[in-house]
């Protein structure tokens, strides 16, 4: 299973911007397959933003409920983030993970660097 992360890297404060997290090798419905982002602040630690589930179920960090939205493209097998009102301290590498619980595997995806700056 492969992960790829595609998206701008640089955007002005107030604006919104999507990412886009393309699945090779494995279905965006896969039974027990959970689909992640995460970030990592410039010299902070790893934040979890949420995820979607096999059944389309989304939950996310409630500190960025209101700002972010997950969300599955299952055409294009994809998972996605999109991002409203961003801020400097959302500039982050903004990485794609996903959990196979049927057979405890999980995958990374490279990450992609978010620059949110005027």
């Known amino acids: 299973v492969q992960l790829q992360e595609s998206g701008p890297g640089l955007v002005k404060p107030s604006q919104t911007l999507s990412l886009t997290c393309t699945v090779s090798?494995?279905?965006?419905?896969?039974?027990?397959?959970?689909w992640s982002w995460i970030r990592q602040p410039p010299g902070k630690g790893l934040e979890w933003i949420g995820y979607?589930?096999?059944?389309?179920?989304?939950y996310y960090s409630p500190s960025l409920k209101s700002r972010f939205t997950i969300s599955r493209d299952n055409t294009k097998n994809t998972a996605n983030l999109q991002m409203n009102s961003l801020e400097s301290e959302d500039t982050a590498v903004y990485t794609c993970?996903?959990?196979?619980?049927?057979?405890?595997?999980?995958?990374w995806g490279q990450g992609t660097q978010v620059t949110v700056s005027s």
């Open positions: 993970h996903a959990v196979f619980y049927s057979d405890t595997q999980n995958y």
């Open positions: 090798g494995a279905s965006i419905t896969t039974n027990d397959a959970y």
């Open positions: 979607i589930g096999y059944s389309g179920g989304v």
